[in-house]
């Protein structure tokens, strides 16, 4: 078997695979960068929409923006309307082209010094004296060890690295929200706002979205709960019946199929020599489902961290932790409130949920595009419902 050494080995080039690697990579470690797929950002499993957050963590490029979208409107299960913007500004936020936009992160790692492996599958990872030290991969038909002081699972939703590495990732199919999409064109919409619809009928336990990707083509798709799937009744049944409902004339052009992980964070992202980023570590907001975010504002602790780690030459869970207080510090609460808040809002009935959408009704403008802001506001409008949340905000 072939082997080769690195600082540290990015098990998947995602938004928070290539950021972790570009970090890295910037601050003169050697970093391996592996994605198992032969194209990177192929096959897209994502509706692309993003706030302009986004532009904290990357140069907005126009090569990847399909569209640039106002606000949100979210309908309640009867129908209520509720149009969610930002105070003072015409644009919040932007819906992405990931199969270009995942390349272009890709290539600003490897711009960075990473060295980038497509087609190349981590199998386990390569365990000595309870520290990770690397992973077995297949690459290109042949087996091959990879030898590094650190490995970065940053292998998505299906992460297997966590538990090959000991951190517990096993997600309960309530945890999790089953998705279709279909990418439409030849359709009628809304372009300035991304609509997002709830129901039992359209979507039990989850919603529905039609996320503007152009003048008449959208990203139209349905996510609900993994425990409420089953036999004649998956994300695509509903898919389809929202389609013929909404756009029976409109063109599939794609259909895509994935899942998102609405656990909230694993109990640990770090073990000896190994660290878990993006949707691996179920970095991904609750509420929202969106976790393109977090995946590039954890990868960028995570190779500052695993930067410091090297040049100190100390790998262990206690110094790789850093990464641990980091994110917590940064982004946890947003995903600790998320899991509240969506657990009870699961809970309400459906007379409830209206209830909730009404005391929502209407424009509201908040003062920026956070998750943050938006809670603030939902409590100011609903305090009955949001009351007992107000601690963890405030
Ligand atoms: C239907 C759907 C809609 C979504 N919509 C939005 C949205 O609108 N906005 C938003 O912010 N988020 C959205 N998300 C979530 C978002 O896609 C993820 O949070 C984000 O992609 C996480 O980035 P990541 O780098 O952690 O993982 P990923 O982007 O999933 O990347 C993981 C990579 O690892 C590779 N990989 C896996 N295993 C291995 C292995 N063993 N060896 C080598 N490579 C491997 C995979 O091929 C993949 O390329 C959506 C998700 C779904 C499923």
Redesign the pocket.
Known sequence: MKEKKYDVVV????????ITAKTAAEKGLNVLL????PE??VPV??????SKEIEKFVDVDSRWICTVFKGTITYGPDGTKVVLSVDGVEDTGY?LE?RLF?KFLAEEAARAGAEVKVR????GVVREEGYAKG?Y?RSAGEDIRISADVVVG????????GRWGGIDTRLRLADV?T???FLMCDIEFNRDY?EIFFGEDIAPKGYA?V?PKGEDSA?V?V?IGGDVSGENHRARDYLNAFVNDRFPDGAVIAE?????PLSGPTYETVANGLIL?????R???PI????????MQG?AIAGDVIAKAVQEKNFSKRRLREYEKRWRKEFGKVLEVGLKIKNIVLNLSSQEQNEFFHALAGETRIKEFSERALLKEMIKKNPRILFSLAKFLL
């Open positions: 098990v998947g080039a995602g938004p928070a695979g290539s592996i994605e198992r797929n990177i950002g499993k994502c509706a692309e929409g993003v819906v990931r995942d190349t599958q981590a199998y992973v991969a940053a292998d998505g939703v299906e992460s297997r690295i929200v998705c279709a999409q991304c979205w996320f990203n798709g996510g895509m199929y994935g899942a998102v980023v993006g949707d691996a570590a970095h991904v907001n929202t489902g969106g976790g393109i975010l977090e995946a990868g």
